[in-house]
Each structure stands twice: as C-alpha cells, then as structure tokens.
C-alpha cells in the first residue's frame, strides 16, 4: 500500500483499489474473517452439543454407537482428498495450468458430490432404524429423550455441515464453468478463496468425525 | 493488528506456496491420523478416549490450516485472523463450562 | 436501614447488609460522578470560546495519570467486588438448620407446600427469627421467586431444584413478586409473604392443622388469590404413601436386599456411582433418580429402574423427596459438602456409604392429583432394561 | 439557490448529484449512498420501536391494566426491544455513520467489498421484512430475549418469523463488520499508520471485531430455537433432558457483547465531537484507541452477569462479576481522557457538543449503575426489576442514541452538503437531555424498591415513578420528533455547508461537501497526525496535500 503505482500490466483491478496485490490481500482476509466467523458459528452448536455429552457421558455414547462409523471414517477419506484436490487445483491455478486446474476442480466436485451421497445414504439408514427425531424416532432403550438428544444435534450439525457442502458445490460447479472459460487465467483469487472455504468445511468434518462417530468407549 | 512494516514482507510471501510434495505428505499424514483416531476409538481408555480423539482432530485441523489453506506462508496478520475464531470459541467453551462444571459443588 | 424513602421495607436479616453496600455504591457513583459532571461543566464554561483565559501549555497526555485513574477504580472496584462475592455467598449458602418450604412456581400462581403437609396458593406464611428454606421447582416456564423487603431473588426453573432462603425479621405483610417474564399474565403472578411473630405463627399451624381437610380459609387481598388447604397428613407422610402406593418399597427395601439400594440414610450423603464418579444425594439428585434413572446408577446395582417422568407431577416428586429425606433422619450427621475435584473415588472404596445407594423409587399411578401435571409431552415409554452405562 | 451556489459548478458532482433514478440509488455500491440506504431503513424501525414504547408508557401511567391487553402489552414491549436492538441500535451508527465516513476516513475509494456493502443492506432489509411479517402476523410476546423454554414451548405468537429476521439481519451485521475490518487493514491511504487513524476508526474496528465473532453465536441460538419450537426436541426442555440455562449462555455470549456494539460506535462519535469542539488534541489518544479494543475483548467474558440469579453456578458468578468490574476501568479510562480534553480547550457549545457532553453525563451514569449490577447481592436485588431497565436505557438509549444524534449533526454538512438550523439542534438537544432523564432516572428508583421489569399491571406504591417517567417520556419523543423534521427541512432548505465548516482535521472535511462519488479526486497522502488542532481556532489538517490543491496542480 505505500507503494502507488499500479501496474500497467498484470490482472485488473477493481476501482477502488490501488493494486492487484492490495485487492489480492484484501479478498483473502475477507474470507478469512469469514471463516472465523463460521468458526463461532459451529462453535456455538458444538459447544450446546458437549454441555449435554458430558452431562449425559453414558447416553451419548451408548447412541453413537448407533451411528455407523464406517461411513463416516469413508466420508473422512472421501472430505480430506477433496482437500488435496483443491489445494492442488489453487496450486495449479498459482502456475497457470488452467487444464489442470479445472480438472482438479472437477475432482473436487465430484469428491464433494459423494460426499453428500454417502450422507445421504447414512441418513437412510438412520431412518429405517428409526432415529429421525421429530419424524420417526423411536427409542427401546432407556433414556430415550436424552438418546434423541444426541441425534437431534447429529442431524442438526450433520446438516448444517452439509448445507455447507451444497453451497460450496454450487460454487464450485459455476467455477470450473468460469474456468474453462479462462476467466481465472490471470487471476485466480476466486480459486484461491473457494479453497480456503472448503478446508474449513473440511476442518468442520475432522471435528464432527470424532464428537459423533468415536466417542463410543 | 501488524504495523505497516510488516505489509510489504507479506506481500511478497503470499505467493510463496509450498512445494508439490509437501501437499502428498501432509494428505498421507492426515490419513495417517485418521487411522490412528478410528483405531484408538476401539480401545477403552477411559476418559482419555475424547482427548485422545479431539487432540488428533485438532493436529488435522491445524495441519489443514498451516499448510492446505498456506498460513504457514502467510503474513502474521492472516495468522492472527485464523486464529482470532478459536480462542474466541475457546472463551465461549471456557466460561460456559465454568458453569457447568462448578455446578455441583454447593447446592 | 436508613430509611430512606426510596428503600422498600427492609425486613430480613440480608436486606441491611444489601442496603448497606447498595449506599455505599451510591457513595462511590456520587464520588466519580460528581466531579467529572462539575468538572466538564467547570471546563465547558471557563474554557468557553471566546473567554479570555490562559491556554497555554495544554496538556495532551500524562502518562501517570492515565495509571492512576485506572488503578484507583481498579481497587476500589475489587473492594466492592470482595464485599459483594462475601454477601452473594451468605445468601447462597443454605444454613443448615431452619424449616423447609417448597415451592412450585406455575403460570401464574405460586404454591407453596409445608412439610407438616398445609399447602397455600400465592401466600406464604413464615415465622419471624427463623431460617427459612426455600426449595423451588417450576411446572412449566421460567418463573422468578423475587421478595423486594427481603432483598432476595431466584429463579424458579422446570426441571430442576434451586434453593434460596431468609430469615424474616420483622412481622408485616410483604410483596412477592414473579421477576423472570413468564407469559401473558406474568405481572399478575403476585403473592405475599406474611411475617408472622412466633406465637401467632405457631396458632396459625395449630388453626390449620390436620384433619379439618380442604379449604378452611379464605384470604384474598387485592390481586391475589389465595387459599391455605389444611393438611390431613405431612407431606413425607403423603409421600409414604405414594411410595407405597407406587411400589416403590418392592424393590427399595430398607435393608437394603431388594433390586434396588435401601433409601434410609441416603439424603445427604456421598452416593458411588457404577461410572466411579461420587455424588452427593441432594435434592435434585433424588429428583434425577426418578425422572431420569439410568444417567447415573448406583455401584453395584443393576440398571433396571424405569423412569417416572411421564407418571409423576412435581408435586409428588416434592412429596417423595421429603419422604427421602426424612428416611433415617435425626440419627445422621450434618451433610458433608463433597468437592468433586477433590472426591476421586477409590474404586471399591465406598466402605461408607453400603446402604446408601439411592436407586430411587417411582410411582407407577396417576396420584391424588391436586396440581397440574408436568407440561411437556415427552417420549417417554414405560423404560425398561437399559444401556447401563460402562 | 444562494450566493455560493455557482461555486458547485466547477466541481465534480457529488454522490448525491451523481446520479438521480432510483435504481442509481438501489443498485449503487457507493459506501456513502448505502449508509443514507440504511440511514432511511433504521430512522423507519427508530420510531415504529419507539410507538411501541409510546403505548407502554402510556399503559405505565396507571398502576392496573386498562389500556391495552396484558397480550397486547407483552407483545409491545417485545416489538420495542427487538427493533430497537437489533433493528435499530445495533445497525445504527455502524452501518450509518460507519459506512459513510470509514472509507473516508482513512482516505479509500471505498469499502474493500462494495457489493457485499450493498448486499448487506438488502440482507438487513430481507430480515426486517420477516420481522414485519411476524408483527403483521400477530406479534410476538417472548421480551427480545426470547427465554427458553418460554420462547420454544409455550409462547402462542409469531416466534419463528422473527427469529429468522434476527437471524438473517445478524448475516448483515456480519458482513459489515467483516468489510470494515478489512477496510480499515488494507485501504489506508499513504501514511494512515495505525496511530493515525481517527479514534471513531478505532471503535469501528472494535465494533465490527465483535460483529463479526459474537454474531454467529446468535444466528445459531437462533437456529435451535426454531428448531425445537417446531420439532419439540428438547434442546432447551427440561422435560426432554435440555436445559433452560444453556440458551442463556449462548444468547448471551452475543447479546452481552451486543451491547458494546451498540455503545462503542457511541464512543467513536464522541472522540471526534469533543476534540473539534474543544479545538484541542484529544487527551491520552492511545489510552483512548486501545480501551476500544479492551471493551471489546473484555466485553466477550462477562455475560455471565446476567445470569446471577439463574441458577447458575455461584462460582462461576464469581468470575464473571470479578470481571464485569475490570470491563469499567476502559470505559472510565474515556470518560477520564473526555474530560481532561476540555481542560484548557476553546470549546464551542455547538449542537454536536452538547449532544456529546450529554452523552458523558448520561454514560457515566448508565456506566457506574452497571457496576451496581456487577455487584452479586445488589444484583439479586435489583436484576430484572426497573432498575435494569434505567440502566440499560442510559446506556443503550441515552448514550447511544444521544451519540448517533450527535454524530448526524456533526457530519450533517457533509453528508448532504447543507447546514441543520443551529437554533433547533440546540432545542432538540436540551429536550432529549432532560426528557431522557425525567424518563429514566426514576425507573432506577421504582427498581430499587422492587418492581419487576415487564409488568403490565402493578403495585400502586411504585405508581409515582411511573408518572415522573410517562411525563419524561412524551418529552423525550418531542425531543426525537424535532431532528426528523428540521434535518429533512434541511436538506433543501438548510444553508449550503462549506467543505470544513467546522474546521475539522480528518480526511472526510478535507474533500468536497458532499463528496464526490469516490470521495477523493485523487488518494491523499496522510501527512499529520488527527486532531491537530490549535486553540485559536487553526489546525493540521490530516492531509496536506488537499484535493483543491491537487486539482490546481493538475491545471496548471
């Protein structure tokens, strides 16, 4: 910023600022204040969700264990390498590989696609075995208000993370569009900031993992 | 809440990205993690079974942050943004379960 | 104290000492605010645009300054802080000896209920000079116990007991407001507390004691609605009964050898868990217990109990509580305070607490319903094995 | 239309001459049009809140129920608070004054996100339609803390519109946190350090810090709100194993920061009003700039202050008041360094310096009656009774707004480039003054003696309070009716304002009144520190290198 000569050359630059870099770390802190943001906003359901796990330690993981953990350990994997493939698609974009780049993101999307799939399939699952509260929960167990409980939050944070996914999905899908197009060619900030929000919402799911599939001992 | 000196070394590192490999290593680390997390879920620790699997989630968590999402390349201003959330949410789980927890000592 | 008339009546051993750090606050504002106020006035004025006098040298920092005005109400607030943590802790910490009312909060009347078994709606009756207890329950929303001359406040929450409680110091008739917003007519949920000297008090018992049963009088002063119901049993009487009634006693034997731990004893007194987790038997513990049997069971008894949430109203829950509680009382010592932290078990060193398990009782039947039952709608089913938790 | 009105040709047009239709204003992403966007939103919501607030005192006057339904009262005072917090209090200075004079300020163009600026309006305005929605739809009659299990259980009216439109217009304050955050980090002109930066930027900054990480908690609350009230869930039921009090902690978590959204931006107006006016540096600059961010920090730990009859463990009591008294020492500090700015100033009583010195009178009130709250056993008194009320007025209202007030006049001549009648702003000042005292100052009484908040009908002994301040209270409504008026009649009738007619150091005088679309012809170099000013009426300003000068430059 002290420096006030823009570039001739080099990506444009909206109005309002003085250069490609100031706008650059202008967008990237915004979405980090976003992220943190997002952070809190979590935070708040997770920490209602650990108030009641402590206070019912047995309930809660009598029904985690009804939760089938092996869908969510994929669904880790499945998160974790969409990660990598966003990183490697700013990576790509970074180096002005626009093929690669697109083709990254399409992984991305796709990864993020059966993400979703398996989600949705778990909750069919969960369904069948009656555990959608409100809709068609039913308990043999003791304790069942405080067992519904439990997947009250399941579903809420579940799906609070999931909307999460949809949004990032449909951003993403309108930008590999943009990137085949070769809108990011000279700048790929876009890129850059979709990746930051998609590891957060990868970040989300390494904390949702553990709290509602592996506190089971 | 960096001074002004600080901006112009910023910009010239956040370009600075890590290297190819070091993205593969950091994906086979968490994946890593991920098995060691699912597999200490089996195991009967007592009450060190949710720190055990909340201190693994929180290794993944930052090595997404430091390296995926490049704080580790980043100015000290973005380090302070990434982790202006958590120790808000830290506030947030401290005082309420200052709470809860001191509940049952006098009632 | 002081009198002063903005001060409501001041009537129980707490209120002087509130009025007395309340004035000292007032003490405390008037000294900060009085001289900023005269000062920016003082200022406003002689430095007034235009006004001839001396500007020179305005000082624009003082870097000692700025210390001493934040260290001196820095102090002065950690004093004030002190005092206060001392007054909230005397008013939170429940004497031990004192009688005991309960109260039920419900929109929008208050009852209350005595040990000895009378019940009234919206008036309480305490003595002068003595401690009164005050276990508060709530049928439905938040509700706030609130006496403006006693100084005293707590809320009235659903699903759990608080206490507070007062010593009354001078007889009188005083306002007992609902303080937490609680629904269309929260405003006119309004009683009196009646302060009354020992011996008139000891006749009001006497007059509604036992046996004349239902209404015996009438008592309405404006806005309220009232009523004492005259007692044909005391409430741990009452809640003999229900427990009887309930089947509890079948598997809560008093020796101890039934499905469930022997409830003589037990309020009071450290509980071990099967979790290893040690916890003291208060009021809400025994609540817990029969609401809410398997999230905390007794060492070395199964977890068969069912939960009573759907069966039973507050009101019973009061009566078997005070039926508990009177189990084995007078031979047992004060309770001991249990500091969790410091209370990690031994695990099979509960050597002292055998009997005192408190795998509680239930009750199966609707009950002699003379109060509206909970609210909520809950899932319940009639509970049967359980998880157990490891 | 005067003498000076063929000077305006010469100059560039201003963003209010810019461009006419409406869509120029509905679709602009100019940072001052989206600040008079929300100027009208919220002026809208100031005096639908305060007809409510009307009808409430007015019931107040007699101690029985006889003008409205107990219903009906319930949900008065419940449209009040919601509106006013998060309707009209929270968005006001922020998204008004903030918006217009942040970019300036500090010498940008812009915000950093111009369109998420204009996005964030017409979020507000999607959450105030729900919330219009909810009034037409019946009301709601929860208070604006909407206390569980009341609000999910057993409350009969519109819970759910309303938290939505909380919900959704907490999203707007959110992203305009967000954007000032941003801005004030990376659209500094040259030579803008940190220490640099007007004191209104430093509370702006903490403002939005605590927009943007207490927000969220909110919006989520919110969320298991209208969740369990339509699924009967028991997040928050007892009966179904929730608990009450965990709704508290995290409403809470927000609302008690909330409050310092709403006075911090107050503070930021005052910092500047009493340096000018006082045409001296302000005193102690830095202590000033870093209690902001020690307000808003602190801010975060003590909600628990409101819960000290709750039921709430009484250790935990104990940290949060211990740290409740700590949060005063930086509001002293500001009272403190307000005070000793005028000491030896030359300090005019223009309308924005009597707004600001009420607003110290009325802060330092509303600030040391907190710390009677922040005492355990007065509290258990005195917490929900009126003695909150008159507290949380004082604070909210009497500081808050006063500051608001103060800060429209102030900026009023660059804003829409014409004077307010000096003569009026004086009159409304003094009425709003003394009308908010007369309303509120006996409410700390009626409190003291013990009546409780929200009552619809009540005892007769506290029925004098009540008159003292239903009296207050239709003159502090003629005190706020008085701007409206006169500044609208202003703005076509008012005398044209020069560029500086205060003689102000900060960037935003040192452009055209009012400024042109992108504030500055070209970026000023900020070569001063703010408020140089001398008490024989001169000063540095912050930029040297004025946009006349500039200008004079290019054509020569």
């Given amino acids: 910023m002290t420096e006030l000569h823009s570039t001739s050359v080099g990506p444009p630059v909206a109005h309002h600022f003085e250069d490609f870099e100031q706008e650059h770390e202008a967008n990237m802190l915004g979405m980090w204040a976003f992220l943190a943001t997002e952070v809190l906003f979590f935070g708040a359901v997770f920490v209602a969700f650990y108030i009641y796990r402590s206070a019912y330690a047995d309930i809660f993981k009598e029904a985690s264990r009804h939760l089938y953990m092996s869908i969510g350990a994929i669904n880790t994997v499945v998160l974790l390498t969409s990660s990598l493939t966003v990183a490697l698609a700013v990576h790509a974009g970074e180096h002005k590989a626009r093929r690669l780049m697109v083709g990254l993101m399409v992984a991305t999307l796709v990864l993020g696609l059966a993400f979703l799939g398996f989600k949705a399939f778990e909750y069919y699952l969960d369904y069948q075995e009656h555990l959608v509260p409100a809709f068609n929960f039913a308990w043999e167990g003791a304790n069942p208000a405080q067992t519904q409980l439990f997947f009250v939050f399941y579903f809420i944070m579940t799906l609070v ?54 506190l089971r001992q | 809440m960096t001074q002004q000196t600080s901006q112009p070394t910023s910009e010239r590192t956040a370009h600075q990205a890590p290297a190819l490999r070091t993205y593969y290593l950091i994906f086979l680390a968490l994946m890593l993690l991920l098995a060691l997390t699912v597999a200490v879920s089996f195991v009967d620790l007592g009450a060190f079974n949710e720190l055990i699997a909340l201190a693994i989630a929180a290794v993944k968590a930052v090595l997404v942050i430091l390296f995926f999402m490049h704080v580790r390349y980043s100015s000290r201003l973005t380090w302070v943004f990434a982790a202006a959330g958590f120790v808000w949410l830290l506030i947030m789980v401290g005082w309420t379960f200052s709470d809860y927890l001191s509940r049952g000592w006098m009632r | 104290m002081l009198g002063l008339p903005i001060m409501p009546d001041s009537a129980s051993t707490l209120s002087g000492s509130v009025d007395t750090l309340f004035l000292v606050l007032v003490l405390l504002a008037l000294l900060f605010a009085v001289p900023v106020a005269g000062l920016i006035i003082y200022f406003a004025v002689k430095y007034r645009r235009g006004a001839a006098v001396n500007r020179s040298n305005a000082p624009i920092e003082n870097f000692k300054l700025e210390v001493t005005w934040m260290v001196i109400p820095l102090i002065l607030s950690m004093g004030v802080f002190g005092w206060g943590a001392r007054l909230y802790f005397d008013m939170f910490t429940t004497p031990k000896d004192g009688m005991d009312i309960y109260v039920l909060g419900r929109q929008w009347m208050w009852e209350f209920k005595y040990p000895t078994g009378q019940r009234e709606l919206n008036v309480l009756h305490v003595p002068v000079g003595r401690n009164v207890r005050l276990t508060l329950i709530s049928e439905d929303v938040i509700h706030s116990f609130y006496v403006p001359a006693f100084r005293i406040k707590h809320d009235v929450l659903p699903g759990r007991y608080t206490t507070a409680w007062f010593q009354a110091t001078k007889p009188g008739t005083y306002h007992l407001f609902c303080a937490e917003y ?63 009634h309930l089947g509890c006693y079948v ?140 | 239309m005067s003498a000076t009105a063929p000077a305006l040709k010469i100059r560039e047009p201003s963003y209010i001459n810019a461009a006419y239709t409406a869509k120029s204003w509905l679709l602009t992403t100019d940072h001052k049009r989206i600040g008079l966007l929300y100027m009208v939103a919220i002026t809208f919501f100031f005096f639908v809140g305060g007809l409510a607030a009307t009808v409430v005192r007015l019931e107040l006057l007699t101690p029985q129920g006889d003008l409205v339904l107990p219903e009906t009262y319930n949900k008065l005072f419940t449209v009040h608070g919601v509106i006013m917090v998060f309707f009209f209090l929270i968005p006001s200075i922020p998204t008004t004054l903030g918006n217009f004079l942040v970019p300036i300020m500090i010498g940008a163009r812009d915000m950093a996100f111009p369109r998420l600026n204009l996005a964030s309006w017409y979020i507000f305005m999607v959450g105030a339609l729900f919330a219009i929605v909810a009034l037409i739809g019946g009301g709601v009659d929860t208070g604006w803390t909407f206390y569980t299990p009341y609000s999910t259980g057993f409350s009969n009216t519109q819970v759910i519109p309303m938290a939505i439109g909380i919900l959704i217009a907490g999203f707007s304050s ?126 975060f730990l003590v909600w628990g202050h409101h819960m000290f009859v709750s039921g709430q463990s009484i250790y935990s009591s104990l940290i949060f008041s211990s740290i409740s008294f700590a949060v005063a020492i930086p509001s002293a500090i500001k009272v403190f360094n307000w005070t000793a700015t005028l000491y030896k100033g030359s300090i005019s009583w223009d309308t924005p310096m009597l707004y600001a010195l009420g607003f110290i009178g009325l802060f330092t009130i509303g600030g ?139 960037l935003e005088w040192q452009t055209e009144s009012p400024p042109p679309t992108f504030n500055f012809a070209e970026t000023p170099i900020v070569t001063a520190e703010p408020y140089q000013y001398n008490p024989d009426g001169t000063f540095t300003p912050q930029t040297t290198l004025s946009v006349r000068q500039i200008k004079k430059e290019v054509a020569a």
């Fill in chain 3, 251 to 390: 598997c809560h034997r008093p020796d101890g050898k039934g499905a469930g731990p022997s409830l003589v004893g037990v309020y009071g007194k450290p509980v071990q868990l099967a979790n290893q987790q040690v916890v003291l038997a208060d009021t809400n513990y025994i609540r817990d217990s029969i609401i809410d049997p398997n999230a905390q069971i007794v060492a070395d008894y199964p977890p068969i109990m069912p939960t009573y949430a759907e069966q039973i109203s507050e009101d019973d829950l009061l009566k078997l509580v005070e039926y508990i509680k009177s189990l084995g009382s007078g031979t047992e010592a004060p309770p001991e305070m249990i500091n969790p932290t410091g209370g990690m078990p031994q695990p099979g060193g509960s050597s002292g607490n055998q009997g005192s398990g408190a795998q509680d009782s239930g009750a199966q039947g609707s009950t002699n319903g003379d109060s509206g039952g909970s609210d909520s709608s809950g899932n319940g089913n009639s509970g049967t094995q359980g998880s157990g938790g490891q």
């Fill in chain 4, 368 to 506: 040391l009656t907190g710390l009677f709250l922040a005492t355990l056993p007065v509290d258990v008194h005195v917490t929900d009774t009126y003695f909150v009320v008159a507290h949380f007025h004082y604070i909210m209202v009497g500081s808050a707004v006063l500051a608001y007030l103060g800060g429209i006049h102030f900026w009023w001549p660059k804003i829409s480039g014409r004077m307010y009648p000096e003569w009026w702003g004086k009159v409304s000042a003094i009425t709003i003054f003394l009308g908010f005292n007369l309303t509120f100052f006996p409410q700390f009484i009626a409190g003291y003696q013990g009546m409780p908040r929200r009552y619809y009908a009540y005892a007769p002994e506290y029925q004098v309070m009540n008159v003292l301040s239903t009296a207050g209270a239709s003159i502090l409504a003629i005190g706020y009716v008085l701007p409206l008026i006169y500044l609208i009649w202003s703005m076509r009738e008012g005398e044209v304002a020069s560029d500086n007619p205060w003689g102000a150091t900060g």
């Fill in chain 3, 182 to 244: 609680c629904g269309t007519e929260h405003s006119g949920m309004l009683g009196s507390v009646i302060v009354l000297e020992q011996k008139d008090y000891q006749a009001w018992l006497d007059q509604n004691r036992m046996n004349t049963g239902g209404v015996i009088a009438e008592n309405t002063s404006p806005g309220t609605q009232t009523a004492v119901t005259a007692p044909t049993q005391t409430m741990a009487q009452a809640g003999a009964q229900t427990f009887q």
């Fill in chain 1, 161 to 214: 993370h999931a909307l999460h996914m949809i949004i990032g999905i449909s951003v993403l899908a309108r930008m590999i569009w943009q990137a085949r197009r070769g809108s990011y060619d000279q700048d790929s900030t876009a890129v850059e900031l979709f990746g930051l929000y998609w590891h957060f919402v990868d970040i989300v799911w390494i904390f949702l993992f553990p709290t509602l599939y592996l």
């Fill in chain 4, 174 to 299: 959110i992203f305009t946190g967000l954007n000032i955050i941003i801005t004030v980090h990376k659209m500094r002109a040259p030579g803008m350090t940190w220490f640099r930066l007007p004191l209104f930027i430093w509370s702006m900054y903490a403002t939005s810090l605590i927009m943007v990480l207490a927000t969220p908690v909110l919006a989520m609350t919110l969320v298991l709100i209208a969740v369990e009230r339509t699924f009967h869930v028991g997040i928050f039921d007892p009966a179904l194993g929730g608990d009450p009090l965990l709704f508290q902690h995290l409403f809470w978590f927000y609302s008690h920061p909330a409050v310092y959204i709403m006075i911090l931006p107050g503070m930021a107006v005052v910092s500047e009003l009493i340096t000018c006016f006082s045409r001296k540096p302000i005193f102690g600059y830095k202590f000033i700039a870093f209690s902001s961010i020690a307000i808003a920090v602190f801010g």
